[in-house]
């Protein structure tokens, strides 16, 4: 009777414990629902003033500011820790030969690179979701991709535009895409997105 008993409770213990689990995992992809949009995110959007972005974030004091320069441009990058990852804001290109901080600090979102898988699209896209998983809610029709070499990574993007897959793949793997007439084609089912990009 006390050994049936036992295990009775232990029974309840356990289908509680997975029952919380799955509550706890039913409640983490609610929360990344519709929270990136081709505009922005739900605190910030393209276009916005990059210094007021302070006003918008949440834990504005965690912001860490640097500089970008490339190609005869510079930018001004805002990087906030989020959830398990980071946001970056990216202001306006600014042409080096007509620097100035003025320029530098009255600068525009112009895009944000998310890189924590607290973020999702309205379909369910996150940081880790599989490239099966991006095809079967977008479809091949709907996607146009990119190779960058330089990077290692494919750049898929939605029709919509101003919404970027990115996916990180091995040599090998990038080297068959870049031999493929379709690209999507030969990038292996389970990749995950390495980098949502709005611009």
């Known amino acids: 009777m006390k050994a049936n008993l036992y295990l009775i409770l232990s029974m309840i213990v356990f289908l509680t414990a997975c029952k919380s689990e799955n509550d706890s995992a039913d ?4 929360s990344k629902v519709a929270t990136i949009l081709p505009t ?7 276009g916005q003033s990059m210094e007021l972005l302070s006003q918008t974030v949440p834990n504005p004091e965690t912001f860490a500011d640097s500089l970008q320069a490339d190609g005869g441009f510079a930018w001004w990058v805002r990087a906030l820790p989020y959830e398990g990852g980071n946001i ?4 306006e290109f600014i042409d080096e030969r007509n620097y100035s901080e ?5 600068s525009k979102v112009n ?3 998310i890189e924590t898988p607290a973020l999702a699209t309205e379909e ?3 940081i880790g979701s599989t490239f099966k998983k991006l095809m079967e809610v977008k479809g091949d029709k709907t996607l146009t991709p990119t190779p960058i070499p330089s990077l290692g990574y494919l750049d898929v993007e939605d029709e919509a535009g101003h919404i970027h897959y990115l996916f990180k793949l091995d040599q090998e793997v990038f080297q068959n895409i ?3 007439a379709n690209l999507l084609s030969v990038i292996p089912e389970e990749t995950p997105v390495s980098m ?4």
């Not at 003025?102 to 009255?106: A, N, R």
């Open 124 to 126: 369910g896209i996150h």
């Open 178 to 180: 870049l031999e493929q």
């Open 40 to 46: 922005g995110i739900p605190f910030a959007e393209l």
């Open 111 to 113: 895009r944000i690179r």
């Open 196 to 199: 949502i990009v709005i611009m």
């Open 102 to 106: 003025e320029k530098l600090y009255s």
């Open 88 to 91: 970056f804001f990216e202001g």
């Open 27 to 30: 409640q983490t992809e609610e």
